[in-house]
């Protein structure tokens, strides 16, 4: 939406992750979990996003470059995070949408209905909710008797009465801009924390009369935010079972979801019987037909075409593997190019890496290789070839269209017949 800016919040040094890496790198399915904030933004039609930066923010600039970043010169809290945006932001005229880079379950759906409640109330603020049986660690949304929301209290503030109630604050809004940063010049820092609490601007609101809407996570999932390994593991989990759960409401069949990881970023065709304790990790396609595993891992820029076979204990990664090849064993290919009917047999390796780079091996069309065999890259084994079991194909031997080829090192025996 072009109406729509989003500031991310991204700034804080994350002490309960214990760790020297700034909380927003932290992996999720093996993305920095800011990845997701960021794609659920786009994915809702914004496009402006500015990120706000402090804790290690050369860091955090490294791997998201190109982005449009202001710095918070001082971590003195939220409110004044935001802030720190405001010059970005003087020529911009529109809605702005304030998140938190910690938060990275919530869809892109949410957001979506999080910006029409904005526009269609007409409100100075319309936040996200959640309930939680179990809201501890969460700020929480206080209303009057008219169901008005009044203001959001922190836990460590909050009296025994409103520690028990469930509705929280999620960490998303939406505000007219205007009102934002007229309230932010007026917020006061907490006496406890020496810091300026972006919740505060919804009481200043409140007291004003200005109009405060919100919105209710259908999942409360979507509501959780990373603070700890926990988290993290927690958060995992659940887009792992998003991610299984698409996967086979479109057709493709998860033996164990409980033993089987796919990352979310993974294409698979239907009719595909993923076997247990099968790793298939981002960028990977696999096509229509196919069977994987058990105990296969399918690394990222790996494509594998329609009605292959990848058997147990095989690795592939950076590997395109073409349709009716059958690689079923032991196996690890990198940097390969598999045609077309190839089978290649247990315990095959390709010697992908010299010390300095990463080699090409091509196996075209109709080969077979042999159990057991090492193929030195950069290596070429011909269409209709064959390689002996056990055999080491040495780096730049290339073996010739149709030929045998056993021994180590590999040498030449005989032309195979054509079939």
Do not use: W
Not at 78 to 97: H, I, T
Not at 109 to 128: P, V
Not at 151 to 168: F, H, P
Not at 185 to 192: F, P, T
């Amino acid at each position: 939406m072009k109406n729509t800016a989003a500031i991310v919040l991204a700034a804080g040094r994350g002490t309960r992750m214990k760790s020297s890496t700034p909380k927003v790198l932290h992996r999720l399915q093996s993305r920095p979990l800011l990845s997701s904030v960021l794609e659920a933004l786009k994915g809702a039609g914004i496009d402006r996003q500015i990120l706000v930066l402090g804790h290690k923010d050369k860091a955090v600039k490294s791997v998201f470059p190109g982005r449009e970043i202001v710095i918070q010169k001082k971590l003195l809290g939220s409110g004044d995070a935001v802030k720190s945006a405001k010059a970005a932001l003087s020529a911009f005229k529109g809605e702005v949408l304030v998140i938190c880079g910690d938060t990275p379950l919530i869809r892109r759906e949410t957001i979506k209905k999080l910006m029409t409640e904005q526009k269609n109330s007409g409100a100075s603020c319309t936040l996200l909710t959640a309930k939680l049986a179990n809201p501890a660690g969460y700020g929480r949304i206080l209303r009057d008797d008219a169901g008005n929301i009044q203001r959001i209290v922190e836990e460590k503030n909050a009296s025994i009465y409103e520690e028990v109630i469930e509705e929280i604050n999620v960490g998303c809004y939406s505000f007219n801009k205007k009102d934002l940063f007229s309230s932010l010049e007026k917020l006061k820092m907490d006496a406890k924390k020496k810091e300026y609490y972006l919740t505060d601007v919804i009481e200043m609101l409140a007291e004003e009369n200005k109009k405060i809407s919100s919105i209710l996570c259908e999942n409360p999932e979507e509501a959780i935010g990373i603070n700890s390994r926990l988290d993290l593991a927690r958060a995992n989990a659940i887009i792992k079972g998003r991610t299984l759960e698409a996967l086979m409401t479109e057709g493709v069949t998860v033996v164990d979801p409980n033993s089987t990881f796919v990352n979310a970023g993974a294409r698979i065709g239907r009719d595909t019987v993923i076997e247990p304790h099968t790793i298939i990790e981002n960028g990977v396609t696999i096509g229509e037909n196919c069977h994987i595993g058990p105990f296969a891992r399918i690394r990222e820029k790996t494509k594998i075409a329609d009605n292959v076979k990848i058997g147990n204990f095989t690795e592939l990664v950076r590997t395109k593997v073409s349709s009716g090849s059958r690689i079923k064993h032991m196996t690890y290919l990198g940097d390969a190019e598999v045609g077309k009917n190839v089978n290649v047999g247990a315990g095959t390796i390709t010697a992908n890496y010299d010390g300095k780079n990463k080699n090409k091996t091509i196996i075209e069309d109709d080969s077979f290789i042999g159990v057991g065999a090492i193929l030195i890259a950069p290596i070429k084994i011909g269409k209709g070839a064959v390689v002996g079991a056990g055999s080491v194909v040495t780096r730049n031997k290339n073996v010739p269209p149709r030929k045998t080829v056993a021994g180590v090192p590999a040498k030449v025996l005989c032309r195979r017949r054509k079939k």
